[in-house]
Every structure is written in structure tokens, then in C-alpha cells.
């Protein structure tokens, strides 16, 4: 299965599995962009990622965070 940069929720699963108790705000959007093609299953390259399609991923990736870790 390929993912791709607009696929929020597969995107921000696996970036929650492997960064699991970093706080996803305190993530920039450029780190975003360096991680994710190292993700498994991505097929996409960093210069396809706007910054809205980062937003995207990094709220859902905070919803997951919270609701493992609650709000903090």
C-alpha cells in the first residue's frame, strides 16, 4: 500500500508510532517534510508538500497524541 503526501491519517499513524511522546506542536512543518519520505510505504518526494497538507497531517497526529496522552 503506497501512501501518499495527501493521506493525513496513515501519514500521522506512523509518524505518532514512531515519534509516540513527542508533543506534535512542538514540530516544524520543515522537519515534517524531512521525516515523512522516510516513513514506510511513502511514495511521494518533499518538494510535492505544501504547508497546508503538513497542517493536515500534524493535527491529526495531535489528535492521536492526545488522546493517549491527554491534554497537556
Known sequence: MSIRWGDAR???GLLFERYDTLDPRTVRL???R???PDLEDFEGRPD???DDMLR???????DLW???YGQK
Request: no cysteine; proline share 5%; hydrophobic share 55%.
Open 48 to 50: 510535492e508538500a505544501n
Open 10 to 12: 496513515p501519514l500521522a
Open 56 to 62: 493536515d497531517i500534524q493535527a491529526v497526529w495531535f
Open 34 to 36: 524531512k521525516w515523512v
Open 30 to 32: 520543515a522537519d515534517m
Open 66 to 68: 492526545q488522546s493517549e
